[in-house]
């Protein structure tokens, strides 16, 4: 067990609902939410009771749109001494909103949150972290927009997100307005050396649902010994196994309704291994790499390779 004084990693919730999942947006559009069931606010707060069993602090990356209808909820989070992140307004593709939309949507959610909590809100996590080499110029806006800390680059190759070459640890990307810091994407670096071993992402999200907890836990005490900080996310929605069912494309079920049976033991198992914090605290802790290469201005749109 990793249960010693220091932290093992950050523990992340993305706080939305089954309806709102990029995997279901060809079918259920924003305008239709409100017809939908809303079921945020239980999930939440089971996810909020496995954290306090476990004397478990995190990082809550809301949507926006959540926030507005449940207040309530945002503040029962920060009172249980959670830190409070954005996870924009509308759970839209951050490639496919453009630098303009990209702003409004991230003032918006912002000012929502800072509303409710009276505190600044400076950390952010991008729908499906969709900040690709199409869309590094979310990270300067992001930046003008006083946020200092960033979650949204994930280094895989997936047919919605990922950029393979980004640095699998915590480190600072420079923009053209200013320097900001990333926390990657869990992966697990094996049969190689960190820069030639295939990356199996893991710890979060359907990765954790897919894999049997041995088969993580391994993996994930295998990150740690690589010195890397872990970064597991999770949603409300996937500690509800009742949820309605969404008709969707085959791949799309699947990654939403695989194991959801499976997350609260999982959760519980690793909370109980590990030793998870805020992602501040984390990141605080830290000295940081810096990306070599800056990133593009939000006035431009050719796709940059991160070095």
Not at 161 to 187: C, D, L, N, Q
């Amino acid at each position: 067990m990793s249960r010693g004084g220091s932290l093992d990693g950050t523990f992340t919730v993305d706080v939305e609902d089954y309806f709102h999942v990029s995997a279901f947006a060809s079918r259920i559009k924003p305008e239709d939410w409100p017809a939908y069931e809303c079921r945020v606010e239980q999930s939440t707060h089971t996810v909020l009771n496995i954290a306090a069993e476990n004397g478990t602090k995190g990082t809550f990356f809301i949507l926006g749109w959540v926030a507005k209808r449940y207040p309530e909820l945002v503040k029962e989070i920060r009172a249980a001494g959670h830190e409070i992140g954005c996870h924009s307004q509308w759970h839209q593709l951050v490639y496919e909103l453009g630098p303009e939309r990209f702003r409004t949507d991230l003032i918006e959610s912002r000012d929502t949150l800072q509303n409710i909590t009276g505190q600044p809100v400076t950390l952010y996590r991008s729908p499906s972290f969709s900040i690709t080499n199409k869309s590094l110029w979310a990270l300067e806006i992001l930046v003008e927009e006083g946020f200092d800390t960033d979650s949204s680059i994930y280094p895989i190759r997936h047919d919605r997100y990922g950029i393979p070459t980004a640095p699998p640890a915590p480190h600072i990307i420079h923009t053209p307005s200013g320097p900001i810091r990333e926390f990657p994407g869990m992966v697990c670096q094996v049969g190689g050396t960190i820069l030639s071993g295939p990356k199996i992402p893991v710890g979060g999200g359907g990765y954790l649902r897919l894999f049997p907890w041995q088969v993580t836990k391994r993996m994930l005490h295998s990150v740690r010994k690589q010195g890397r900080p872990l970064n597991v996310y999770i949603h409300p929605w996937e500690f509800d196994p009742a949820q309605p069912r969404v008709q969707a494309s085959w791949k799309s079920r699947f990654r939403h309704y695989q194991n959801l049976k499976t997350t609260v033991p999982k959760i519980r198992n690793m909370l109980s291994e590990f030793r998870l914090g805020t992602m501040s605290q984390v990141l605080d802790g830290m000295v940081l790499p810096e990306t070599g290469q800056k990133q593009p201005s939000a006035r431009q749109t050719e796709p940059v390779k991160l070095s």
